[in-house]
């Protein structure tokens, strides 16, 4: 069992950083994919940017050159920093781990891009 805790939320100016880490436990081996998908209110949960243990980057078309996603293999934590966000950045974000096949979330952190 796998479990994901995310840290690094909060109120943030457009045009500012967040830097978002997430924390996977539970297994001692290297998890394949970690990731960020988010959801605003109202809406769908969409994909953000994975990244593979490999180190293969996928990003969301919205967050291209602004949002760089990284991570620790060695210590299974992902890392998703925000640059210049925009007041439709704001929703909470969910980290997303996949281990032996199976998916996993975190709690979610919120982000509220705000004046």
């Known amino acids: 069992q796998v479990q994901l805790v995310e840290s690094g939320g909060g109120l943030v100016q457009p045009g500012g950083s967040l830097r978002l880490s997430c924390v996977a436990s539970?297994?001692?081996?290297?998890?394949?994919?970690m990731g960020w998908y988010r959801q605003a209110p109202g809406k769908l949960r969409e994909l953000v940017a994975t990244?593979?243990?490999?180190?293969?980057?996928r990003y969301a078309d919205f967050v291209k050159g602004r949002f760089t996603i990284s991570r620790d293999g060695a210590k299974n934590t992902a890392y998703l920093q925000m640059n210049s966000l925009k007041f439709e950045d704001t929703a909470v974000y969910y980290c997303?781990?996949?281990?032996?096949?199976?998916?996993?979330w975190g709690q979610g952190t919120q982000v509220t891009v705000s004046s």
């Open positions: 539970g297994t001692k081996f290297t998890i394949a994919t």
């Open positions: 990244i593979s243990s490999s180190g293969s980057l």
């Open positions: 997303h781990a996949v281990y032996r096949g199976v998916s996993y």
